[in-house]
DNA sequence: AAGTGAACCTGAAGGC
DNA sequence: TGCCTTCAGGTTCACT
């Protein structure tokens, strides 16, 4: 499921178990994800320690005490497990995390804290679309990867005179649009449909067109900071409920207004429409014909 | 340029 | 019970 909130769950959750802490081993258990697996991986981070993970849209990035950076996408059914002693915790809980296949733990990473305590972090990810690359330098702009990435829909950088500059001209859907990780990066397809339908924007509107009116600009860029901040403070608060559960319990708790509500009453006070789901560019877009114009 | 569809891969869910 | 189809949070590439 990862977006950009589900991500951020994910890096809050490692990182107290990562940050300081020396990697003492790695197993590498399949040549490849989505991609194939750096040269000598596990042999380059034997050894390290962990300065700093961070995120960037949809990647983690951990900055260690020498090259290299290792770059870390979840793809849609990614997820990391932390063992410590006898409790496990799943931070940033979805689907896919709920199935302890091992057969799909395809990382290991075993970590020694400052106090000498042992973790094992566990990538586990079905479909395989995640990946682990590595950055040579610490600039990281200049990674194939994160070259090229938008704004972070996070923080106050996305405003509507903003985001009327990114949608100029574009003839494309607003849908597309804000799924386009060159204009906002981070943004996946359940908080775009959450954002439209929030800013009473219709899917398949021209981008240049929400372009060309400052208010629904400013609406938009309103509501995608919202939904995304509104979404951070969710997962946060179901990681804090997952870390005190053995890790099998509970799936992230969403309340979505229209992702996945298909034929379901809109939610908007007054509007008595009904969800509909049409699909975009191969993905379903859901929203209110009734009250998105 | 813009838009679509396919590809990558596994698993869950629903219809029959 | 099983077999089949469809669908899924992402990204990239090939094609009109």
Request: proline share 5%; glycine share 10%; with cysteine.
């Amino acid at each position: 499921m990862p977006e950009l909130p589900e991500v951020e769950t994910v890096r809050r959750g490692l990182q107290p178990v990562f940050e300081g802490a020396r990697i003492v081993d790695v197993e590498q258990r399949r040549p490849n994800l989505r991609y194939p697996f750096p040269a000598d991986f596990a042999a380059r981070l034997r050894g390290r320690t962990v300065v700093s993970l961070a995120r960037r849209a949809k990647y983690l990035i951990l900055h260690l005490d020498a090259d290299p950076v290792l770059i870390c996408h979840l793809g849609m059914s990614g997820s990391f497990r932390i063992h410590s002693g006898e409790s496990e915790a799943t931070p940033g809980d979805f689907h896919y995390a709920r199935s302890k296949d091992e057969a799909h733990d395809h990382a290991v990473f075993h970590l020694e804290d400052a106090a000498q305590a042992r973790h094992r972090v566990v990538f586990n990810d079905p479909r395989r679309f995640g990946f682990m690359l590595f950055s040579e330098s610490a600039a990281l702009d200049a990674h194939p990867s994160l070259a090229g990435l938008g704004v972070e829909p996070t923080g106050n950088a996305l405003d509507g005179r903003l985001l009327a500059g990114l949608l100029s001209g574009r003839r494309t859907p607003i849908k597309a649009a804000l799924l386009d990780q060159r204009l906002i990066a981070g943004l996946g397809n359940i908080y775009v449909c959450e954002a439209l339908w929030r800013a009473g924007i219709a899917p398949t509107r021209q981008a240049r067109d929400i372009a060309a009116d400052a208010g629904l600009c400013a609406a938009l860029a309103d509501a995608v900071r919202a939904v995304i901040a509104e979404a951070i403070h969710a997962g946060g608060s179901s990681l804090r409920d997952h870390i005190r559960t053995d890790g099998s319990l509970g799936y992230f708790q969403h309340s979505f207004s229209v992702y996945d509500r298909e034929g379901q009453p809109c939610m908007r006070p007054g509007c008595g429409g009904t969800v509909a789901r049409i699909v975009q560019a191969g993905r379903s877009t859901f929203y209110c014909p009734s009250c998105q114009a």
